[in-house]
């Protein structure tokens, strides 16, 4: 029904800036939630942020607060995630992801792009 789609993701030395977009396509509800999750190799997938497709409401995971920004375009059905003052610890593969509510666990996610890969370089 959704198909979502990252881009913008890159190699970076640590401290400098890049801006993940995700574009949906197909029959997506205005109020989907649209998260962002990454995943490091050989760990879990982890929650990063949130925001609601209509309103304001943001949530982000502690580690990423102050540094990751979520934003969106409605009329592009586009979701973005601008992150700055990257660390090395950011290097992943980052997932967006729809789902009914703005929740951080992956399995309660409708739908997953396939992931854009982020490296921070020390």
């Known amino acids: 029904q959704v198909q979502l789609v990252e881009s913008g993701g890159g190699l970076v030395q640590a401290g400098g800036s890049l801006r993940l977009s995700c574009a949906a396509s197909?029959?997506?509800?205005?109020?989907?939630?649209m998260s962002w999750f990454r995943q490091a190799p050989g760990k879990e997938r982890e929650f990063v942020g949130s925001?609601?497709?209509?309103?304001?409401?943001?949530y982000y995971t502690d580690s990423v607060k102050g540094r990751f920004t979520m934003s969106r375009d409605n009329a592009k059905n586009t979701v973005y995630l601008q992150m700055n003052s990257l660390k090395p610890e950011d290097t992943a593969v980052y997932y967006c992801?729809?789902?009914?509510?703005?929740?951080?666990?992956?399995?309660?996610?409708?739908?997953w792009g396939q992931g854009t890969q982020v490296t921070v370089s020390s």
């Open positions: 992801a729809a789902g009914r509510f703005q929740t951080t666990i992956p399995r309660s996610y409708d739908y």
């Open positions: 197909g029959r997506t509800f205005t109020n989907y939630h």
């Open positions: 925001i609601r497709w209509t309103g304001s409401s943001t």
